[in-house]
């Protein structure tokens, strides 16, 4: 893939003003990419508040009325939505527009994306980026800077959409991600380990906090420790979203989850057996990890995240 000049795009449907459709409405308008913005978005209130910060130049009352003169469409929905827009943008959107979406599963999205006719361009798209928060408020353009940015293309050999690849990759390079490109199979066994599983740990921990009885619901707020109140930032992500993503991404999450399940068992027995050695191993490898992944730019290495002494948490990364 070549690295192209910043794309720029007369005008620009964003389908889903929430956290990543709001980042990505204002990346582009920050960076002059885009002449227009035009939201759209089931829920009115969304868009009006939209409106209001400045995020998006117009709404519009159907897909239809959103997309047909649109060159960029972004899809910032939950998956199991796709396939429903999908239809809709095969009937409304313009000839040669480019169709991207954000969504962490892309198996679901290829098999959607691969009934459009050849004159739309789709590039299944997954910035690894985001917060616990949503809505149109909770977005910033610095959301996608020094983060990556996953694309997984269609099986298409056709020039022009070679070149659709090229564009997207050169957009998400515009507005501060890093780009790499796999199969959707891949992308979706990687975030399920990466992302997905994480997830699950967390709003099952919730649960199970939530279910002792010997504990009470004041005493698991008051003496929340680090590691509980991080996991109850990772399970206030938005349930629709995360729903959809366990619905369409079911193997690869099956699949993570044996794995951590095996893990969680020999440290069962570790523990029971007053295993030191093989508890100790098994944490230094967790420092190891840890030190690659600041190492690489994705998190802070300062005391307690970054936080100030107050354990304010700032906007982090999912």
């Not at 989850?257 to 029971?272: K, P, S, V």
């Not at 354990?311 to 990364?317: A, L, N, T, V």
Request: charged share 25%.
């Amino acid at each position: 893939m070549t690295n192209q000049p910043s794309p720029h795009f007369a005008s620009t449907a964003i389908i889903g003003v929430g956290l990543i459709g709001a980042s990505l409405a204002l990346a582009l308008r920050d960076r002059k990419l885009t002449d227009k913005i035009i939201g759209i978005d089931q829920d009115k209130g969304v868009l009006e508040r939209a409106a209001a910060l400045n995020i998006i130049d117009d709404t519009a009352s159907s897909l239809e009325q959103g997309v047909s003169g649109a060159d960029l469409i972004l899809i910032a929905a939950p998956v199991g939505a796709i396939g429903e827009i999908v239809a809709g943008l095969r009937d409304h959107a313009r000839d040669g527009a480019i169709i991207i979406d954000a969504g962490s599963v892309k198996g679901a999205v290829a098999t959607a994306a691969a009934t459009l006719p050849e004159r739309l361009f789709f590039v299944p798209s997954h910035p690894v980026s985001g917060t616990e928060q949503s809505g149109p408020e909770a977005g910033f353009a610095s959301l996608f800077e020094e983060r990556w940015c996953i694309l997984t293309p269609l099986n298409r050999t056709d020039d022009a959409y070679r070149g659709a690849v090229d564009t997207v990759a050169a957009l998400w390079r515009a507005v501060g991600a890093q780009v790499d490109i796999m199969d959707a199979e891949h992308h979706d066994l990687a975030l399920a380990v990466t992302s997905h599983l994480p997830h699950l740990i967390a709003f099952t921990l919730i649960g199970a906090a939530d279910d002792l009885e010997s504990v009470t619901e004041a005493e698991i707020i008051k003496y929340s420790a680090g590691g509980f109140r991080d996991f109850t930032r990772i399970a206030a992500s938005d349930p629709v979203m995360w729903r959809d993503v366990f619905l369409h991404n079911r193997e690869a999450v099956i699949e993570a989850l044996g794995r951590f399940t095996e893990e969680l068992i020999a440290l069962q027995r570790a523990i029971r057996w007053g295993d030191g050695k093989a508890l100790h191993a098994a944490f230094e490898r967790g420092q190891v990890l840890r030190q690659a992944i600041v190492e690489a730019g994705q998190e802070t290495a300062s005391p307690n995240f970054g936080r100030d002494q107050k354990g304010d948490e700032g906007s982090e990364q999912n």
